[in-house]
Structure formats: C-alpha cells, structure tokens
C-alpha cells in the first residue's frame, strides 16, 4: 500500500473533509494567526469529482470550501508543486469567484457579501519575499499601506516546505499540523500525532483512504484545471476588482477580458 502524503491533493481532500478534524485544523490555523474568530464550521464543501471519460465537473472552484458560522468563506487549497504567478492568479481568481458568487445574478446589494479567506498550502519561495512560514496578501492603500474594506479578500500563502522535521518546546499546533503534512509516511505520521486523539484520526482516515484503492482507479479530482469561467462571471468578477480599485493591468491578467471591454463596465 503505497503512502499518498496529506501534500497529496487528493488525499488532503479526503482528510480535511472530515469535519473535526477540518474544525480543529483551521482552529489552528487562526489562533497561530491571532485571529479573534473561531472555526464553528456550516456549509462544508468538497471540490466535486472529475470522472474519466466525462465532462469536467466543478461546483466551486478551492479544495474544500467552508463557511463559518459569522459568515465569512475560507477556501483550502493544496499545491503539491512550486507556488508560482500561475498558482498565485488562480488562488485569486477563486477567491473573486466565491466573493462575487454570493449575489444573485442583477443583484446590486454589495453590501451583504462577507468576507473571502483563501489558505493555499504551498512549498517554494514565491516572489522571494521571505522565509516565513505564513505570508498574508490582501488589497492595501498605496501610499499608507492600510488594509482597504478590513480586508474582504485575504490569501494567506502557508510554507509546509519551511517547517522544522522535529518538535519544538514553544511549537504552535498549527505548526504541528503542517509536520503532519510534511510527513514522508505513515510511521512519521503516527509519530508526530500519537497521543492526539484528533490527530490519530486523521491517520486512520488516511489508512481507511489507502485501503480504498477503488477511488483511487475510477475517480480522481480536478487538480490542474485552468480557471474557466462564462463571460457575465468575468464581467461580474471584473466590476468587483473595479469596485475595490484594483488595477486594470491586473484585472484584464486574471479576467482575461480586454481593456476596453472592462473600461465600458464604468
């Protein structure tokens, strides 16, 4: 039985589908980023399969989708290679995609869409900013460098490439949980999460993954799928990124759609 690391997407997705593990994973991820919310998860969604043979098939776009229970997304997506531009604009486009999504087709009432956390679990230093472990993007005011809207979108990109092999006296169990995903089988695994109870059930959830070898031949996940999205999406994408003052440069990168077409939307 070959061993899928959690870097795998596919048994990442499985894992982190199981809502107490999910729960107490980006638990840990928000009190290592001293945010003052907790993850009391509604609305858990997993990317929808993509079967041989037949028609790409995605519902909504980021590895698993959660809302949380003051409203705001978070979409977990897990990059096996290098973060690259290419990465770094598909994470955003998502995020555009799931901020704007919450609006009915001609509704105006921008109001009422809550705020859009993407967490991408990477390895590589991507623009050779630094070495931490988290980096955290979100639109900022030029000349001050202050969050515009408290941050509506906000990508947070994890290192699990930077995490140290053994266990440290201070470790964040966040930290932890990135050395569960780092782990190269299954024995690290049951050494980093023995005595844990959430822990050692994720380890059984993989080892349940491993042994089901029929998801692995019929089903596999869309992994590296371009974003696609129909021309009033991009459009509605492309009034949200003028509303927030974004760019033109950037929003006809992400959108695709020509400058003019996006100076009309004015």
Not at 196 to 201: A, L, P, S, V
Not at 227 to 232: K, S
């Amino acid at each position: 039985m070959n061993y899928k690391t959690l870097k795998d997407d596919l048994t990442f997705k499985y894992v982190f589908s199981h809502e107490d593990i999910l729960k107490d994973f980006i638990d840990s991820f928000l009190n290592f980023m001293g945010l003052n919310y907790k993850a009391t998860l509604t609305n858990v969604k997993v990317q929808d399969y993509m079967l041989p043979n037949k028609e790409k098939v995605k519902g909504f776009f980021g590895d698993i989708v959660v809302t949380l229970n003051n409203s705001y997304i978070v979409s977990l997506e897990m990059y096996k290679k290098n973060f690259s531009k290419r990465e770094y604009k598909k994470s955003l486009s998502y995020l555009h995609k799931l901020s704007i999504e919450q609006m009915k087709p001609g509704e105006k009432n921008y109001e009422k869409i809550k705020k859009v956390i993407g967490i991408s679990f990477m390895q590589g230093n991507f623009r050779r900013i630094n070495k931490e472990i988290v980096n955290s993007y979100s639109f900022r005011e030029e000349i001050t460098e202050k969050v515009i809207d408290e941050g509506d979108i906000e990508l947070y990109l994890v290192r699990y490439d930077l995490v140290p092999k053994r266990r440290t006296k201070k470790e964040k169990r966040f930290i932890k949980w990135l050395r569960m995903i780092n782990a190269k089988d299954i024995e690290e695994l049951e050494k980093i999460g023995k005595g844990d109870k959430i822990m050692e059930n994720s380890i059984r959830v993989v080892k349940e993954w491993l042994e089901d070898s029929a998801k692995h031949g019929l089903e596999r996940y869309i992994d590296d799928v371009k974003f696609e999205a129909t021309e009033n999406e991009k459009i509605n994408i492309a009034k949200n990124m003028l509303n927030k003052n974004m760019d033109i440069k950037d929003i006809i990168e992400i959108t695709g759609l020509s400058k003019k077409q996006i100076m009309h939307l004015n």
